[in-house]
């Protein structure tokens, strides 16, 4: 049987992406296979089609090459040794950073990258989780953040920020974010006080801060290191300028380090059993087709999406 995936052919703009057919692999020992019904999609795919960063580069001579690290569907198939049963519904984070492989009708992927999705959970809020929900908890945990801290986290609309605005906020600290002034009722709602990037200096807007969570980097993320507190804590998360936001901050008398997001099974179990629980909620502000992943891409090149994107594979029409 085939199937389809959505693969970068050449590296290049969001019309490099083309469907193509694979054959249904037979899952190895500890492997199974997911029925996926979204993938979701992350700055990384975009950067990566485009040639930019690591993953590009390490994948330059293997193209085409299928993007994608969030999935969620239903087990159809276990290797030997497997514990997941037959009609389990997943998700994970997967391939990082080099395999990828989500935007796919069918992932083959060890049982140990999967995390059982709580009943109440939709298949959809699972795949927009893994990689912003990662990325955002262990920036928080790499600032140290703590109860009573003040935290500026930028771009707290985003993927990533709507979400580490909840995280910070429920770990007692006092949430700052920024974002457009469309926005701000949003970055509300997630816990944080809103700062609207365009009214003024961030620094003229908010007092001092313990931490800045950068998820913006470059200009934006040089800009907001006037806002931390002499030996205060930065985080600093796109790959690309982090080297030169921690330089920067380093020479101002702050603390700085970048990062890459490590998946981990159980940040994300316990990250479904707060959406489960109603303790975290997670904005899908557009699903494409697999077949329209151009326009995803287009969108989440944008840099003004509201949450996250998916895809959505034809299991998931049939589910609906
Ligand atoms: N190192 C790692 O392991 C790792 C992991 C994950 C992500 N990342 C990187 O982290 C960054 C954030 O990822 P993401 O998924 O959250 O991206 P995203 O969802 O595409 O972020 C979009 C958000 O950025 C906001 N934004 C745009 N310009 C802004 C500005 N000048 N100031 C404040 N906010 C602004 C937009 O808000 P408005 O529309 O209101 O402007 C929008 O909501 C990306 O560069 C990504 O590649 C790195």
Redesign the pocket.
Known sequence: MTYQQLAITEFGPPSMLALQCANLPEPQAGEVVVKVHFAGV???DA?TRAGLGWAAQQNRDKLPWVPGYDIAGEVVACGEGCELPVGARVAGFIGFPLQGGGYSEYCQVPETALSLVPKGVELAQAAALP??GQ?AW?ALDKAGVMAGQRVLI?????????IAVQLAAARGAEVFA???A??KAF?AAMGAQAVD?RAGALDSQIAPVDCLID???GD?GLQALTCVKPGGMVVT????T?EAVCEKAISLGLQAE????SPSVAQNGAMLTMLAEGQLVLKVAAVFPLDDGIAAHEQ?ES??????LLLMMPAAAVEA
Do not use: E, F
């Open positions: 992350n700055p990384i950067k990689l912003a990325t262990q930028l771009a707290g609309a985003g993927g990533v920020g709507h920024t974002c457009s469309d926005n970055v990037y998820l913006m980097g934006v998360v796109p790959t690309i982090a970048g990062m890459l997001v989440i840099g003004h999406t509201q949450g996250k």
